[in-house]
């Protein structure tokens, strides 16, 4: 195991970082802001958009170390380097076009570090982008960096895998209703490599999350974990498990490696 000294630590948000009343636990606030201050790098690798994670780091006493978005798409690393990967907008009106036909109840793009949900009219929402706007912008050259589908069921969820299955993307799942597209590669482990800029190993990483976007990462680092809340299939390849996202794991996580590193 690496010293504790040489470690970095990364968490999702949902389910992970923050408990149901989305907060951060006041332990885990006082933790994150010791374990800065002791010269260690803490980042966030999440699936929410850049303005989404603010939203929650906003509670931090200091600023996360480097910032993993949208599952990878969106990359500021330790050295303070920003990184964007997009669909771009042949495989976004192809993806589209597919998912359209499914029983979606929501779909949201992130254009320009937005997220937009998709209507099929146009509405005052600021949040909003009509179809027709959309499928404009993708032919005048706008990219979009991920899709987000709100399914009407989690048993959707293989029939949109099934259907997606030969385009050149990333699908994954965040929750048990959401299926989120990338581009091709692109994941929260791509992102955390990104956002060390290859200078620091990932032996040295120490990664905590919930979902199945997670796994992938969790299961390339020097020490994963899983909180209590996790899926099973994640549960199954971590390292440790922790307690939920209601107890504050991050305080858990940093006291049981600084025994083990005794």
């Given at each position: 195991m690496q010293h504790l000294n040489d470690q970095i630590l990364c968490s999702d948000i949902d389910g992970t970082l923050i408990s149901d009343?989305?907060?951060?636990?006041p332990q885990d606030v006082k933790a994150l802001a010791t374990w800065q201050k002791d010269g260690h790098l803490f980042g966030i690798t999440s699936g929410r958009s850049l303005d989404g994670i603010k939203m929650i780091t906003r509670q931090l006493e200091r600023e996360p170390d480097?910032?993993?978005?949208?599952?990878?798409?969106?990359?500021?690393?330790?050295?303070?380097?920003?990184?964007?990967?997009?669909?771009?907008?042949?495989i976004s009106r192809q993806v589209l076009a597919i998912i359209r036909q499914l029983p979606a109840e929501k779909?949201?793009?992130?254009?320009?570090?937005?997220?937009?949900?998709?209507?099929?009219?146009?509405?005052?929402?600021?949040?909003?982008?009509?179809?027709?706007?959309?499928?404009?912008?993708?032919e005048d050259g706008m990219e979009v960096a991920k899709i987000?589908?709100?399914l009407k069921s989690s048993d959707d969820s293989q029939l949109f895998y099934d259907q997606l299955s030969s385009s050149p993307v990333e699908v994954t799942t965040s929750d048990d209703r959401y299926i989120e597209i990338m581009q091709q590669g692109i994941s929260k482990l791509s992102g955390l490599k990104t956002a060390l800029e290859r200078q620091i190993p990932l032996e040295q990483v120490i990664a905590v999350g919930d979902y199945l976007n997670?796994?992938?990462?969790?299961?390339?680092?020097?020490a994963g974990y899983a909180v209590e809340n996790a899926r099973p299939e994640l549960k199954r390849v971590t390292d440790y498990q922790t307690v939920s996202h209601n107890a504050g794991p991050i305080s858990h996580i940093l006291n049981e490696q600084r025994r083990m590193n005794r």
């Open positions: 009343s989305k907060r951060v636990a480097f910032i993993v978005a949208l599952n990878g798409a969106y990359v500021s690393s330790i050295t303070g380097n920003i990184y964007e990967s997009n669909l771009g907008n042949m779909i949201i793009v992130n254009i320009n570090r937005q997220s937009l949900q998709m209507v099929q009219r146009g509405t005052n929402g600021r949040t909003e982008i009509d179809e027709a706007s959309l499928l404009q912008q993708l987000t589908v709100l997670d796994i992938a990462m969790i299961r390339a680092v020097g």
